[in-house]
Structure formats: C-alpha cells, structure tokens
C-alpha cells in the first residue's frame, strides 16, 4: 500500500515542478509547494527571498482593509533587481484577506490600492492577481504582496479539482479533527505514512476489498489542516469512488463522467495516471480500469 501512495506523490511532484507559475493561474498552496521555505534561521526576525517570485492567482476578497502594525512592517534589506518592475516596499502599510479556492490569505497592499479592493469586495468580483512573495517571518509566516490585480475574465482557475472530498472527508477540513473522526469511523489507522514534509495516516475502508483511505496533511507550514486524499482499492472492490465514478470503471467512461478530458502518464505496462491541466488531482487505472483516486489543494 505504502508504495503505491509514493508513487502518486513523485508523479504529482513531477507535474507540479514543470509548471511555469508566473503566467499561469495557480493557488497559494501551490505556491507553497513549488517554492519551499529555503534557509529558515532564528538568528533575525524576518527572511527576504531575493527572488522575489510572482504568481497569479484567481482571488475574492473576503476581509476589510486594515493598517498593519508597525512592528509587522518589514524592513528592506536589498534593492531589487532593476531589471524587473518597481516595487515600492515601504508603501506597504495595509493588510487584505484574499481567498483562492479554499484558502484565506493575508496579503499586503498600498494605499492606492484600498479602493478598488474595497470595490471589489462590495462587488464580489473575482479578480485575477499578481502575486510577489517577500519572504518570510521568524515562525514561518509567509509575507505576500499585492502586485496588481485586475477583474478577471476566468470564473474558475484551471487548477482546481474535480472533487473536493473523498467518503465525506473533505480537503482543508482540521487534520486532528478528521483523523479522530475516521478512527471513530473505521477503526484504529492501519499504517503511518510520511511523503516528503507530509504527514498521514491510511485507513482500511474495506478489507474484504482491500479497499483504503490515505489522509495527509499539509506539510510543515499547514501540519493542522487536511491536503490530500487518495481512495485506492487493491481487490476487486466495486465501490464508488468519487462522485458518478466508481472502481473498475473504464478510463474513457470515468473521463466522460467526470466531464473533463485527462492526459495520461504511463507509469508501468499495466498502470497509467490520468491528469489535467495544472491540477495536482488525478485518478490511477490498471488495464485501463480505475482502482485509485487522488485529490489534493496543492
């Protein structure tokens, strides 16, 4: 079982490095997942990322403006790279909540931007922003910047799943919470797993199927929350796996239903992973017949 979860873990990993984020509309948690944490010390308060990497994001507004603390302003300590566009750090002063999919992020803007953020807010409109990561605090806090944003023409990111919970566990959910309720569900977990900064634990949904349920959380910076969930079957197991598709259902068959056209990795002579755009989720098929499923916010 452990094995065939590290595979699916290296082929998402695979797919998600090849992405080129500063054009394409990604997540935070992507973000994250693309660009770690690097050089992480208790010997200053605030970390600058000289890179200063940008990405695009579908967000809604979700919170009111408000004026950041002084001590949370942090200083500049290089001058950026002429050659990209001017950023003015120090006017810096104010603080938003953005959502993208199912995350709420703090992000720092200037005050010629509080209006129509605050139109927007009103509004409801989706926006698609240019996103600049700073660096980050002295607890691992990522600081993130407001770029520049604009109302966006996309009502959906490419990026997002075609499922957002397996056997009503769903992604995002508190990780302690949800782990405590499938023990109280299935019983005691049958094997810890750690994939990479991942933490989880599989559960044995059906043994007569050989049928499990993998939990992982977020890594590092989001151990309480829940990331990722993968529903495999090992027997001849007939269940429902997401929505309209069920275990043993042909790969073409289990697209159509789903409503969205997959790629396909080869990964052994038996075994394929089917994907799509720039998500992380995907379904796995032996013979050409669905016996995984695989969904993640990253």
Not at 7 to 28: K, Q
Not at 89 to 109: A, M, T, W
Not at 130 to 157: M, P
Not at 236 to 255: L, P, Y
Request: glycine share 6%.
């Amino acid at each position: 079982m452990k094995r065939k979860a590290c595979v699916f873990f290296l082929i998402v990993l695979v797919l998600l490095v090849g992405d080129v984020f500063p054009e394409d509309l990604i997540t935070f948690t992507r973000f994250r997942q693309i660009v770690p944490l690097e050089g992480v010390t208790t010997d200053s308060e605030f970390f600058v990322d000289a890179r200063l990497p940008r990405f695009s994001a579908l967000v809604s507004v979700v919170g009111p403006v408000a004026e950041t603390p002084k001590e949370e302003r942090w200083p500049i300590v290089f001058q950026e790279n002429q050659d990209r566009e001017s950023l003015n750090f120090e006017e810096y002063g104010f603080e938003v909540l953005l959502k993208s999919r199912n995350e709420i992020q703090k992000v720092f803007l200037t005050k010629t931007q509080i209006p129509e953020i605050e139109k927007a807010a009103k509004a409801g409109t989706i926006l698609k922003a240019s996103i600049v990561y700073y660096g980050y605090t002295k607890n691992k806090k990522r600081v993130f910047l407001l770029s520049s944003f604009s109302e966006s023409n996309v009502k959906a990111d490419k990026s997002i799943c075609f499922a957002d919970s397996l056997l009503d566990v769903r992604l995002g959910s508190d990780y302690a919470e949800t782990i405590a309720d499938a023990e109280t569900k299935f019983g005691p977990s049958y094997q810890d797993m750690q994939i990479r900064d991942k933490k989880g634990k599989v559960f044995v949904i059906d043994r007569e199927g050989k049928t499990v349920l993998y939990i992982y959380d977020g890594g590092e910076e989001e151990r309480n929350k829940v990331q990722s969930l993968q529903l495999s079957t090992y027997g001849n197991s007939r269940q429902r796996a997401v929505k309209n598709v069920f275990f043993g259902d042909d790969a073409a068959f289990a697209s159509k239903k789903l409503g969205i056209q997959f790629k396909v990795h080869r990964q052994t002579d038996e075994t394929d992973i089917h994907y799509y755009d720039y998500s992380g989720c995907t379904f796995e098929t032996k013979n050409k017949k669905v016996f995984s499923i695989f969904i993640t916010e990253e």
